[in-house]
């Protein structure tokens, strides 16, 4: 297969008309992929026995006879309204503990047995009718799973889940610490669901570790949903290959667990307006390390969106630029969020392939055009190509929710710009990076010359001991602030932080001071006193750690601030603080000189630069993200650039959204 | 009658000596009108059985002895404690659908039988108690409809309505375009009120056509609560008058359909503090558009108001000039509320006539004791006159419930600044303003040189053939961004943007983009170059317009910007963004000067001009909002001041809050 | 007694060998005293039936066999989940009449007979098992009573206490207004809890009489709770000394009438970061007002909190010098929040003596030792020594809750900065201040020269009397704007603000501007033209008051601002607006001169100087909490400081955080 390219079509929202007109159109566009039946329950099922997929086979019939390949969806995200005043229990409870009532989509209730007996017999149809269709590529089950329900049927599953997890209510007491603010329990019947009735309030734990532990029974219990439909469809279809479209850094859903789940990773392309082009890259990169594998850009938007608060148009040549990064940093398909716009509901300006002007001479119709062309010629030279990361950072789901339901000690402590200020500062070198769990292998580990876990707060099972062996046998190791705090309960770990990750560092510490946004310290970095830093500080007393930075004010003007341990073969940073982008830069030099890493590319250069491998060849992906042309480097001059088709030069310049493929 | 002035009297929670206080104070202050009876259900009725006039029946004799024009309130809005006690279905259910508990105010749910019975019992009463009380000259209905319910009456009756206007489930279907989103309905019954718990969030609307065939349910619901009571009223009283009073540009209450059952439009004016005068202008003719008549000013502040974040005291004379300026845009009414200031409750920190300190020799007293002479010596010169607008912008509650409750595409995009802007230009330029509805007949059209629909987003009906047919015959018309853009169902109009307003703008688009706040492109408009414009900016592909302004910055610099359509007789313009103040003016002034709108006054000033006729003569109100003084045009010299007596010379100058009112 | 040293301990939350280990350090710090019990029912009692003493007695058994003092906790603050799940109704209902469910703590509902049962069944048996306990030294009932029920037992509790209060229904509607807004009642079943549901909105009261005997129902109910567990104890332990941990300027509960029921007053010290010192200083006054005596400090953060939006470290010096602060004010205890750091639930990141990393070579447990060892050399030199204000500030707890929930006239005004202003001026003069409530007797009232109540909203009983013959008696007062407003049922008096302070203070208005935050007015004084004041301004009209400062803008630019009544002996000043701080230090000047106090040093400085009395000796606490060293005054030179053993020379120059403790 080539990359696959095209996206989400709904035509249950128009006529027959639209449909001839939209194929047309498609064949202009070079679409070869359409994903069908995403949001359909309510058409295909009209009650507890009415069936009706005429619509849906002419749908499949359609697009199969035009070559088409088809991502089907099995529509099990929206309850419909009929199923909602028959059976209210399948609707969610919202964080009130009170039952919703039908609307919105992702509306159902993922341990309700009425929800799951229907959305198994739905998707038990749609697999037996449509096993023998081969133009379908991708099963994509439900969508975007996220939300939490906080129904009676939630915590009556919550309560086995936990009943499994600790087996005695005496083993959860001692694990959830309930001796605190007299919570002991003496019954599992005890324990209800944290919603802000109980231990929740405005997204801040009372108890953590209650709310830690439904927010993992949550997305198990999405998961469980998730697999129950794949079973279905693979019970039937041996050989169906199952997803569903995942969303990037979402707190809520541990998508390392997810992705064990899946045959393939897809996941929704969404940046922010203004988001920096470097923490799109990032978060392609952590889909791409969910199963250390090639994934699918399944949904992104081909001009504006429609639920910022200010929808601004993509530029001109943007949209390639955006799609030829998916596929730099991993995916095999360039798909959108929409071939066709609404013209009702709450996504209709969200923009399309076909606008609502229906009308083939609009700019997104005609760009898109072009990549699709762009894309059919490229054929399938990239699809399944891997990517090798010099550096691997740590991203884990459970200190991620852990820090932020925190109370203390900074409100302002996030986790993912914490991990993408890192990523950033590799990105801006070249190196290329993968994302690996907390449980990571030793080999894994072994496999980097540099590893990061900036604010691992959580450390478990063989965590700190492979880290530590990884350390002593010549690994790099970059920590810091946060990190090594508390087990799997959120329990800390007493003797000084960072609690198990204190040996490999060579320190160790029990104040950390919290600045308020406007204060900051000075920070010496290397003679040069200038420097300033915030967010938090660490006072660090090292116990063989080098100092690499000092404190140049507050009360602790002189302690140490960034250390380096040297540790067997290798060596542990511990960043106490949050550094100025200027010592920062310095500190990160240090770092990757001394790790061993090798940028792909030696001369300073503004461009992103990255590679894919395929059968021995090197696919250089050159994307200019700035306003400027910028010279393309010239140990990369001499290539043939696979999309003009001629070699680039030594004085080549690349444009604003710029795009180079160049083969090695 | 004269104007009539004096305002909201609450009797009841005074004493016999106050009384009669009272009333020497009314007559030292030349009050000649009092609003009785709005809030006193309680008083008026123990129990299911027991009623109890007495007071009222004082009251009135005492007022109707003192020669008082009585505006009899019905009490209907707040529902007694006994009664929400006994029948707590009367009470309403908030957004979460949550039966409230008794308290506050306006608390009846419109669709409860229960209140409609106890209402409808409690006002024929009064009606068959006081049908011969010559001294009422208006009969007020509840008071300030406003708010939403969402119980399970009100979700009943919405189906009942939605039965009646789509017939079938099928049809509704297709209006509300549910194959978005999997929320095909098969049945009315399956249909839910769109609380929080449902397509509702924040206010914004998830399915947009469900919470606007809501919100006009909740408008129409509330305005048969008014029906009802006026029917039973005028089966006693056949020529009794009928009003409630209004709240300006409230945005739930669809106050074209409202004022065609009001024998007369009433309204409570309260200017946010800081608020520019030529918003309350703007109201005011809004106010006195909805029936193109003589509108009551109702309820206004005497000095502070107690319910903004700071609620300043009204300047010396700035009540008087206030007043004058109801009058000027529309009003026979000059009325307070409230007479005197209550001791206890939340408006006890509201202004009234006679103060806390029930003292006459206070600045307010004295202020409105002068004011009250002057208009009782005024008599009825001006009560009934007209005004007619040289230009007509058009109010559509329909486009303003939509494009507030749209998820894009911009955030920063309300509904009453818009048609403010416009309204602001004419106003500065002296031009007289009707407000009129979307549904404005070709002839109501074809009276104005000068027709405006800013954001007119909804375009329904006849609409666009008549705004089409009014330029083809030679009017002028001013559209631009976010207009014909849908149906009444809040379907989108495909084709191409501005949908059915596309042939008379001479021009198509879809692509609109949405800029942040800190955000803005340059704009040229004839040959200069430095202009800015921001919020939104349409790229307008002109099929015969011609262009007036276009960016300079952004991807699109040298797109067209602002357009103009010669289109048979007449020209439609097109503002495709929001220009800077300075290229705003510019613009404007071609619009205006192209239109033929002569405004009444040459010369610059910045005096507000306002004119109305009666019986052949012209009464020119001529204001002083600023805070300096200001020459009044030689155009208005030599004509008599009523108000002074003086005859206006070529040098006047009047001060601020001065007031002139000519006789022509 | 010595001042008691320790605080809060959890050893439930521990193992044997960590309390091993803690009762070394407690040694090693000097710590005399715990606060044992207080989280710990769910521990103490498993079911109905159950309890299990054994861990506490063995508790209680190590630290009494160890010397030390023992504060002893009845945990009834928060129920167990068992008997939350029993019999939910122990839990609250929320602001929108909601139940909760199991979790947080302060979770009963103190109406709740079942509460009420099982609380009173577990303080019988702890105070019958350790009765003989001599090292309980004082008996801690609950914990920080705060918040509020709206459950159905707390609304049928409300009635009785309505009943209770004004005997009929009738007597009721008078005093609560009711005839505003429909609110009239027959019948006290009628009337329901102000929640959100009913009057109350985002903490405004819409019918203010009810939501304020809401508040006082509130503070009497969880009172009540209180007094039920100190009978029972006192029962058994006839000398049992009772507390319970008050929170300073708590708003909701009335802290004057709490004390009266208190052996001793013990309270929490958690100053925001950033507070200024004076505003801890006052707390520390207030505390010691409630019962014009010695009070314990209960709590207070060895370093960090963890409830702050930014938690930062406490300096070096500072939590001495903040411990003898409290010291000076009136405190007999130096305890802590917390002895050791617990490991999990949200108060994790709170600072204590020992971390978690349970070292004694840390920061923290090196300054609290040295103090420790510091207070126990002191002795009991300054246990008991009183204070004696030369001023005295009314503190009104019905005021405060009125100010706050009031509908105008200015959102930005709140009552404790209001009062701290004026504090602030006194502390800055280093003059001492009492705080007395507000039915203070004229006995009470005469022992001062100075006697300040600002913003006294409420004027109730003998209050104006008391305060006009203070000043006849040649008293100075101090009040202003919003005093003498309304009566203990928030019923505006008529006849002109102040109401009943009108003729002491020589002055009548009913003008109030609320000036917006970016606005302000000039003020003239003493000739000088070029201050400022702002918030409100009072157009004050005097009947005899000499004006002191004058608007110098706005429309009443010339009227009187600031004025002063000479009254019999005596003088009474108005403040009329919030002026400038250079306006207000120079009329304060001008007040304590006016007035016969005398500062007790007469040299500028800006050390805090404090003063407490035993046995004919004077103790002089010499704080400094600016950032560079303060020269002590010449006035306390040549006395010996007990800390340091030396006498203080004529010279000294105290650092940050420096403390005197001189002996006079």
Chains 1, 2, 3 share one sequence.
């Not at 809520?252 to 393939?264: L, N, Q, S």
């Not at 750690?545 to 540790?567: I, M, W």
Request: proline share 5%.
């Amino acid at each position: 297969m080539n990359i696959l390219f095209g996206g989400d079509y709904n035509p249950e929202q128009w006529s027959q008309e639209v449909w001839n007109k939209d194929m047309e159109m498609f064949r202009a566009a070079s679409v070869d992929t359409v994903t069908l039946n995403v949001f359909a329950w309510g058409l295909l099922q009209k009650n507890e026995e009415e069936y009706d997929f005429s619509a849906l086979d002419e749908t499949v019939r359609r697009h199969a006879r035009a070559g088409h390949h088809i991502i089907m969806g099995t529509s099990t995200s929206t309850v419909p309204a009929w199923l909602s005043r028959q059976h209210p229990e399948v609707l969610r409870s919202d964080y009130r503990g009170v039952r919703k009532k039908f609307g919105k989509r992702h509306n159902f209730c993922p341990n309700s047995p009425v929800y799951r007996r229907y959305a198994g017999a739905l998707v038990q149809r749609l697999a037996a009718r449509y096993k023998n269709e081969r133009a379908i590529v991708y099963w994509h089950i439900g969508n975007e799973f996220e939300g939490e329900c906080y129904c009676e049927n939630c915590e009556k599953a919550f309560r086995v889940w936990l009943k499994e997890k600790y087996g005695t209510i005496e083993a959860l007491n001692a694990a959830w610490n309930t001796a605190f603010w007299s919570h002991t329990f003496y019954d599992f019947d005890e324990i209800v669901a944290p919603s802000e009735l109980a231990d929740g309030e405005a997204g801040l734990a009372f108890m953590s570790a209650i709310k830690l532990d439904y927010a993992r029974f949550n997305s198990d219990s999405q998961l469980a949903c998730y697999k129950a439909e794949r079973d279905i469809i693979k019970a039937e279809i041996p050989d169906a290959k199952c997803t569903t479209n995942l969303m990037g850094t979402c707190r809520t859903m541990d998508y390392f667990r997810w992705a064990k789940e899946m045959d393939i990773v897809s996941w929704d392309c969404y940046p922010g307006y203004r988001a920096p082009w470097s923490e799109t890259a990032m978060t392609h990169d952590l889909m791409r390390g969910l199963k250390d594998a090639p994934f699918l850009l399944m949904e992104q938007a081909p001009s504006q969106q429609n639920w910022q608060a200010y929808n601004t148009l993509k530029q001109p040549g943007e949209i390639r630029a955006q799609s030829y990064q998916s596929i730099a940093h991993g995916s095999d398909a360039v798909l959108f969020f929409q071939m066709r716009q609404s013209v009702g509901g709450c996504e209709k300006f969200h923009s399309a392939l076909i606008s609502h002007s229906g009308r083939s001479d609009t700019r997104v119709f005609r760009e898109l055009s072009a990549l699709g062309a762009e894309l059919k010629m490229l054929g399938d030279k990239t699809v399944g190509a891997t990517t090798r990361g010099q550096a691997a950072i740590v991203f884990d789901w459970d200190s991620y929710q852990a820090l932020e339901m925190s109370i203390g000690p900074s409100r302002d402590l996030r986790y993912v710009p914490e991990i993408w200020r890192f990523y950033d500062a590799l990105y801006r070198r070249h190196i290329p990076v993968d994302f690996i769990p907390a449980d990571a292998s030793a080999d894994t580990l072994a496999a980097y010359p540099l590893v990061l876990c900036p604010v691992l707060y959580m450390v478990k099972g063989d965590t700190a001991a492979n880290l530590t062996a990884y350390v002593r046998q010549g690994g790099t190791l970059v920590t810091g602030y946060m990190s090594g705090m508390a087990d799997g309960n959120d329990k800390i770990y007493t003797g000084g932080y960072p609690g198990p990750l204190r040996e490999v560092c060579g320190l160790w510490l029990d104040e950390r001071d919290a600045l308020p946004p406007d204060e900051s310290r000075k920070l010496s970095v290397g003679g040069k006193d200038d420097y300033t830093c915030g967010l938090l500080c660490d006072l660090i007393c090292p116990t063989g750690a080098e100092v690499k930075a000092r404190y140049g004010s507050g009360f602790y003007a002189g302690t140490a601030a960034v250390t380096v341990n040297r540790y067997g073969q290798g060596q542990a940073w511990y960043f106490g603080t949050k550094p100025d982008d200027a010592a920062f830069d310095r500190l990160v030099d240090e770092v990757v000189q001394g790790s061993g890493v090798q940028p792909p590319v030696d001369e300073p250069t503004k461009l992103e630069i990255t590679c894919r491998e395929k059968d021995g060849k090197r696919f250089w992906f050159v994307l200019n993200f700035t306003t400027e042309p910028q010279p393309v480097p010239q140990a990369l001059s001499g290539l043939p650039d696979l999309l003009s088709g001629k070699i680039t030069g030594e004085n080549t310049q690349l444009p604003p959204y710029g795009v180079l493929l160049l083969e090695e």
